[in-house]
T-cell receptor, first 113, second 112 residues
Framework: ETGVTQTPRHLVMGMTNKKSLKCEQHLGHNAMYWYKQSAKKPLELMFVYSLEERVENNSVPSRFSPECPNSSHLFLHLHTLQPEDSALYLC????????????FGDGTRLSIL | QQQVKQSPQSLIVQKGGISIINCAYENTAFDYFPWYQQFPGKGPALLIAIRPDVSEKKEGRFTISFNKSAKQFSLHIMDSQPGDSATYFCAASGGSQGNLIFGKGTKLSVKP
């Protein structure tokens, strides 16, 4: 496999559920990112990891909890989400933090009931 | 100052025509300006990018024009094809963190 792979592709969950999104990159990159994509809004950067260390958290609510166990894997743990959290969640990676270009996965479409 | 303003929000072009999407920025620290293409059900994919030391970059039918003094850049798609129908995002990055700041996107429809 090459590139950035995200699973699951679609997720429907209730507000009281706990679920996790997974991202895996096969590019040998050292930086990984979580973005939120909502209709008619710019992509919103949520978290940045560099060499498995969280280096940026853009005022994201604590109901989103990222985890980066190694430089190839990134998780986004979800709990007690709100309907406004329904969106496409994109993972990206780059050679180093701030490096360009960033390579994106195809995202997880999340729907909160 | 961190915003990137993109227009139009949507664009309909006839096959063979020229598609033009514009973006403007305020932060003079930005030094990398990519365009991403996103098809339904897919993530954004880098299409073409430019740095401010040149005023134009061309790759096939896709051209970025960059006006540093006006703090504007644009994407031109020549001989537009139905397969070009997608959402296009401009972005900018620069400074110590190098985070990408995205525009809101332009949905392009190319009619056969």
């Amino acid at each position: 496999e090459t590139g950035v792979t995200q699973t699951p592709r679609h997720l429907v969950m209730g507000m009281t559920n706990k679920k996790s999104l997974k991202c895996e990159q096969h590019l040998g990159h050292n930086a990984m990112y979580w973005y939120k994509q909502s209709a008619k809004k710019p992509l919103e950067l949520m978290f940045v990891y560099s060499l498995e260390e969280r280096v940026e958290n853009n005022s994201v609510p604590s109901r989103f909890s990222p985890e980066c166990p190694n430089s190839s894997h990134l998780f986004l743990h979800l709990h007690t989400l709100q309907p406004e959290d329904s969106a496409l969640y994109l993972c990206a990676s780059s050679q180093e933090r701030g490096g360009q270009p960033q390579h994106f996965g195809d995202g997880t479409r999340l729907s909160i009931l | 100052q961190q915003q990137v303003k993109q227009s139009p929000q949507s664009l309909i072009v006839q096959k063979g025509g020229i598609s033009i999407i514009n973006c403007a920025y305020e932060n003079t620290a930005f030094d990398y300006f990519p365009w991403y293409q996103q098809f339904p059900g897919k993530g954004p994919a880098l299409l073409i990018a430019i740095r401010p030391d040149v005023s134009e970059k061309k790759e096939g039918r896709f051209t970025i024009s960059f006006n540093k003094s006006a703090k504007q850049f644009s994407l031109h798609i020549m001989d537009s094809q139905p397969g070009d129908s997608a959402t296009y995002f401009c972005a900018a990055s620069g400074g110590s963190q190098g985070n990408l700041i995205f525009g809101k996107g332009t949905k392009l429809s190319v009619k056969p």
